[in-house]
Structure formats: structure tokens, C-alpha cells
């Protein structure tokens, strides 16, 4: 399946928080057709509080994949969508464009609605899918045995990060979106995070129909590693652990490719991360899997992100 010779490229990105944001950003500004599909575990802070107050699917990832593939120029539009209330009794820590999520879903009676009449407000270039419409919530499984409910718990690092997470999964079981499943089928490309593994892309990964989907598809699958590791997380893992994870839960050939950064930031960018026990993800062993592709995809001031135009570059020549 996929794009027909002389149609626009189908590219299909998923996971969720910044990483998402990243990719999209960067591939927005060229022709190719772009949906991205969200993760649906987040139950933290404002969207934890409306997923429980109205039972809605997390409305937080949703917003920022719709103001990365936004196309209006309006500033003030970005910053509404962004805005956080900082006082209040009822709104102090809400943030105003899940808000309107929530009111398009109230007046529509429809989630998937609701992101429609959203995409339309911004202009979107391409669609955003929730991968699932079910409303589960995220367990992990420590390597203790012990469980952790929730993908708020799961984020702060557990006993201090020294028990590494061996599983995660969703309860109630979550099926896939029909509408994502369509996308992967169709898709040219398939880009798989980055993100943080255990709450960002494997929430998708093991979301019923979504390995099966994947596996069908034509698409070239690619996996774009973290920078940086995430303390309770991901301590020390290299890049090969994070495609061994991701392979756990696709299948040893999933993957055709992984995007690995290796240019190393300087001690002064590195120096606010090793306060939070974060450390620079190095390749590691990677010859007996996807193919990889070296670079420097880090962004060259500001916090330790990818840069969208460098990722986007290296994706289009893939495609």
C-alpha cells in the first residue's frame, strides 16, 4: 500500500509529548501528507483532571500535535492554545486549549469530532488521530514485580529510579483506532517517536491491532532514539535497548531504519541534565538491526530536543 507514483508521500508519526511535536514541525513545511496518531495515556495535571471530571480521552498530546501541524501565523493564537492558568480555585493549572477540547467535545458529543472543529480553528496541514478510542489507563511492571498504576506514577522515577521497568500494558485492553489503523496501512513512512519509551511510544505500541497494522503495512518503519535518557525510566540505556524494547513489542523486524544522534553536547549543555540524573543515550551495538543512520539531529541552543528541520531532512531522504 501507500502513495501511488507522482501523489503526495504519506507519512504517518506517532508517540506523543515533544517529540511528536518535533517531527511534525519539521515535516510541515514540505508536501507530503501527514497524520499523526497520539498517544492516549497521559493522566496528569490539566488533562488528568478533565479526563476524570467529563471521561474524555487525554486532550493533552492531541493539542500539541494540532499546533505543530497548525498553519496559521498567528502568534497569539499559539500562545492562547498554550496558555496556563496560574490562579484561581477552578482553573488554576488548566491549560486553555484542553479546555476547548473538552467544550468542542461537550458541544459535539463526539471526540474525534471535537479535534475535527480543533484542526479546522488552526488550520492543520493533515489530520491527528487519537490511536485508540478507548479509555485505559497505563500499568508498569517493575523488575521487583511491583506494579505501577498510571502514567502520572509511572513518569516520576520510581524508588529513585533504581528498579528498571520491565513491562508496561493498558487496562482495560484498548483497541486501535479504525481511523489510525487506516493511516498505517497507507502510509509511505511510519516514524516511531521520539519520546520517552515507557510513556510516549510504547502506549501505542501496545495498543491492540497496532502491531498487527503495522506489520501489514508497506511503509518503511522508521525509529528516531532519544537523545537523552529519562532517570526512573530509561537509566543508561543505549540506543540499542530502546530498539530492543520496541521490538519486544513489534517483532524482531519491525524496524527499518533508527535515527541515532551522536553529537555529543558540550559539558555546559550536559551539565543541567546530569542534575537530573539524565545522561546521553550512545548508539551502542546496532548492526544486527535496523539500519542505522548517524548524525547530528540535536538542536544547536536551548534544551536538549531534536531539531524538526535536521529530523526532517533525514526522513524525506528515507522516503
Not at 112 to 138: C, M, N, Q
Not at 140 to 156: F, H, P, R
Not at 256 to 273: A, C, F, S
Amino acid at each position: 500500500m501507500g502513495a501511488r507514483n507522482g501523489s503526495k508521500k504519506r507519512i504517518v508519526v506517532t508517540g506523543g509529548g515533544t517529540g511528536v511535536y518535533s517531527v511534525l514541525t519539521g515535516l510541515k513545511p514540505y508536501d507530503v501528507d501527514l497524520t499523526a496518531i497520539v498517544t492516549m495515556a497521559d493522566d496528569g495535571g490539566s488533562t488528568g483532571i478533565l479526563r476524570e471530571e467529563f471521561g474524555i480521552l487525554p486532550p493533552g498530546d492531541i493539542r500539541r500535535a494540532l499546533l505543530a501541524l497548525s498553519r496559521s501565523d498567528n502568534r497569539i493564537l499559539a500562545e492562547l492554545l498554550n496558555y496556563r492558568f496560574r490562579e484561581g480555585t477552578g482553573l488554576r493549572g488548566h491549560n486553555f486549549g484542553n479546555l476547548m477540547i473538552t467544550a468542542l467535545e461537550r458541544i459535539t458529543g463526539n471526540f474525534t469530532k471535537a479535534i475535527h472543529e480543533a484542526g479546522k480553528i488552526l488550520s492543520v496541514k493533515g489530520r491527528v488521530v487519537p490511536v485508540t478510542l478507548d479509555r485505559p489507563k497505563l500499568y508498569a511492571e517493575l523488575e521487583d514485580g511491583s506494579t505501577v498504576k498510571g502514567e502520572t506514577n509511572i513518569d516520576i522515577p520510581n524508588h529513585n529510579g533504581r528498579l528498571k521497568i520491565k513491562r508496561i500494558w493498558l487496562e482495560p485492553r484498548a483497541k486501535l483506532n479504525p481511523a489510525a489503523r487506516e493511516a498505517l496501512l497507507s502510509a509511505d513512512a511510519i516514524i516511531i517517536g521520539p519520546g520517552d519509551l515507557y510513556t510516549s511510544i510504547m502506549p501505542n505500541l501496545v495498543v491492540a491491532g497496532f502491531p498487527e497494522a503495522l506489520k501489514k503495512s508497506g511503509a518503511k518503519k522508521i525509529y528516531i532514539a532519544n537523545i537523552m535518557t529519562k532517570f526512573g525510566e530509561t537509566n543508561n540505556f543505549r540506543a540499542t535497548d530502546f530498539v530492543r524494547a520496541i521490538h519486544g513489542a513489534l517483532g524482531p523486524d519491525a524496524l527499518d531504519y533508527v535515527l541515532v544522534n551522536t553529537k555529543r553536547p558540550n559539558l555546559g549543555r550536559l551539565k543541567k541534565y546530569a542534575e537530573e540524573k539524565a545522561m546521553f543515550v550512545e548508539a551502542g551495538e546496532l548492526s544486527n538491526g535496523p539500519m542505522p543512520i548517524f548524525g547530528d539531529f540535536v538542536r544547536p541552543k536551548g534544551f536538549l530536543r531534536h531539531d524538526p528541520e535536521k529530523l526532517a531532512k533525514a526522513i524525506l531522504s528515507l522516503v
